[in-house]
């Protein structure tokens, strides 16, 4: 045998041992809906599309296949994450400073059986050159954040990770 071929059996003998369902497809929001409860601004709900970057970034940064479906996606079939932001806040600007927080939480199911859930915050001053993003932009950078945070918890679901 090869030494190329080795390898090609190697590498396909990897892929079999991984969990099958690692690899289904989970079905997401395509936009990530607010808590009901929630006390966030009308300013932030209505000018900041975070409910939709997010959305994306989960998908962009996940390394299972993700699906983004209108609407609330049926738990009873399939694997499904249910996201929603529980929290935003946008204090400050451009010249004082921003400061900036969004917070999620999420529950992944399985053929209407919950998985895991998780908690998760990330927080944004700006980073560089902040004085010159307004504040959706910084909001946004939380999201992305948040999105490649959920990304990376969808391949290997922990229940009660914050």
């Not at 998908?59 to 049926?74: F, H, I, N, R």
Request: hydrophobic share 40%; proline share 3%.
């Amino acid at each position: 045998m090869h030494k190329k071929s080795l390898g090609f059996v190697l590498l396909a003998a990897c892929a079999f041992a991984t969990p099958v369902l690692a690899q289904q497809t989970v079905k997401v929001q395509s936009t990530i809906p607010y808590a009901e409860d929630n006390d966030i601004s009308d300013t932030i709900k209505t000018e900041c599309p975070l409910g939709t970057q997010l959305a994306g970034f989960i998908k962009q940064y996940s390394t299972v296949p993700v699906e983004l479906v209108d609407g609330e996606a049926s738990k009873s079939s399939g694997r499904v994450l249910e996201v929603t932001i529980t929290d935003a806040v946008s204090m400050g600007n451009a010249w004082m400073g921003h400061q900036k927080f969004a917070k999620i939480k999420g529950t992944l199911f399985d053929n209407g059986k919950k998985v895991a859930s998780f908690k998760a915050r990330r927080n944004s001053m700006g980073g560089a050159f902040g004085g010159f993003k307004g504040s959706c932009s910084v909001l946004g950078r939380t999201v992305e954040v948040l999105g490649q945070d959920v990304g990376g918890w969808l391949k290997d679901p922990r229940d009660g990770a914050a």
